[in-house]
């Protein structure tokens, strides 16, 4: 059974920063790109980030670049995602998610985690 569990949400104040991690079981690890997805009350969901199965290409929304870095471990089965100088706008909760390519379009992953929330305050 593939299992993708979200941690290290919480409240911040804007500016502050969160290191989400995603720990994966139950897949090949390798063989999968991850992503990072998020969703704002009211809003639809959005893609931030994804990396490959290599580890050496990572892709970012516009409004994450150069304050979101996402990064995998591929012996502890995680992926991560430091956040930085961070907005009232990046209030969401964040979903991990596995599939075949880092792509942007959620409909292209397999598997997807139950979401962490973060809360971003002035």
């Known amino acids: 059974q593939v299992q993708l569990v979200e941690s290290g949400g919480g409240l911040v104040q804007a500016g502050g920063s969160l290191r989400l991690s995603c720990a994966a079981s139950g897949l090949p690890f390798r063989d999968y790109a991850m992503g990072w997805f998020r969703q704002a009350p009211g809003k639809e969901r959005e893609f931030v980030a994804a990396i490959s199965r290599s580890g050496g290409s990572a892709y970012y929304a516009d409004s994450v670049k150069f304050r979101f870095t996402i990064s995998r471990d591929d012996a502890k089965t995680t992926v991560y995602l430091q956040m930085n100088s961070l907005k009232l706008e990046d209030t969401a909760v964040y979903y991990c998610?596995?599939?075949?390519?880092?792509?942007?379009?959620?409909?292209?992953?397999?598997?997807w985690g139950q979401g962490t929330q973060v809360t971003v305050s002035t």
């Open positions: 998610a596995a599939g075949p390519l880092p792509v942007g379009l959620g409909n292209k992953y397999y598997y």
